[in-house]
């Protein structure tokens, strides 16, 4: 199956859940800063094992980073 993260192409070899792809991209799912959007609807966090993906979806995830 194809998703489109961050714009590229990426493929998993199952259906995944938000979290379960953010364990497969070795990202911590309580990280800190962290923004998800799946075919331009932003996730809260507390969906991200609600959201299954399917082929085709557009995942975009920011880390946001604070500085001064």
């Known amino acids: 199956?194809?998703?489109?993260?961050?714009?590229?192409?990426?493929?998993?070899?199952?259906?995944?859940?938000?979290?379960?792809?953010?364990?497969y991209l070795g990202i911590a799912f309580r990280e800190v800063g962290l923004a998800i959007s799946v075919n331009g609807e932003v996730i809260p966090k507390s969906k991200y094992t609600d959201v299954r993906l399917k082929e085709g979806d557009s995942v975009e995830i920011i880390h946001l980073v604070g500085g001064g």
């Open 1 to 23: 199956m194809v998703l489109y993260i961050n714009g590229e192409p990426r493929e998993v070899e199952r259906e995944l859940n938000l979290n379960e792809l953010l364990n």
